[in-house]
């Protein structure tokens, strides 16, 4: 069974930077999608940023230019590197996996996961 564990959440003042990295364990697929989503209190889950097996990247427009999602094989680890943080970007995120079959909706698409984390905490304070 795939194992996500999330690591890198934090305080940080707005305008700060944080990494947030996933290690999956047990997640040896030759075409898949990885993701980060986040989710604020009171608020529904919203996709952040997916990365696929080709390298192709998307972003969610409101991380557009301040967020970059990258994957690290030899370390099993996706990563999400977030500047520029902004107060509106607290949020418990979390890392999604999943195997993709070529057939399948686009990772940045209508895309479901059906591997998650447990989540890390960012808050962004003014």
């Known amino acids: 069974q795939v194992h996500l564990a999330e690591s890198g959440g934090g305080s940080v003042q707005s305008g700060g930077s944080l990494r947030l990295s996933c290690v999956a364990s047990r997640f040896n697929y030759r075409t898949y999608c990885l993701a980060w989503f986040r989710q604020a209190p009171g608020k529904e889950r919203e996709r952040v940023a997916t990365?696929?097996?080709?390298?192709?990247?998307t972003y969610a427009d409101l991380v557009k230019g301040r967020f970059t999602i990258s994957e690290d094989n030899a370390k099993s680890t996706v990563s999400l590197q977030m500047n520029s943080l902004e107060p509106e970007d607290k949020a418990m995120y979390y890392c999604a996996a999943d195997s993709r079959h070529p057939a399948q909706n686009p990772c940045g698409g209508q895309f479901e996961y059906h591997n998650w984390g447990q989540g890390t905490q960012v808050t962004v304070f003014s």
């Open positions: 990365l696929d097996n080709s390298g192709t990247a």
